[in-house]
């Protein structure tokens, strides 16, 4: 049998990042300005040699995608989809995909290196590898014996 095991903590920050957003954008509409489109999903992990990370962008053409990296510490990613027009004579029952400009701002838990950044977008999802500066590797020091 197996066991699915979520991690409480995950969770809970999860919904806390999330009812936060959600009162960003009402302070936004209060405000009167143009609410931004909804962040999109990412997934971030890294090894000794990169940070990697994958986004999903369906709709999203290449062209509209920005990524920046600034510091050597922070990633940006910025996008943009263009709302969709329904056919004549029909009209929406649901609209959930976020249209217009969104971002989404990265900061890593460790320097990489800018130049050797490298980023591709398949199918609707943008991968990025950000390989980390030489000094910021983790290095086995050895021990001598008096």
Known sequence: MTRNRRNPLGVFLHEVTAAGDEFAALCTRLAGQDAPAATFPINVWQDENAVFVEGDLPGVDRASLDVTVTGGDTLTIRAERPAATPAEGTAWLRRERA???????????????????????VNGVLKVTLPKVAAVKPRTVPIKAE
């Open 99 to 121: 249209i217009g400009k969104f971002s989404r701002i990265l900061n890593l838990s460790t320097l990489v290196d800018a130049e050797k950044v490298e980023a591709s977008y």
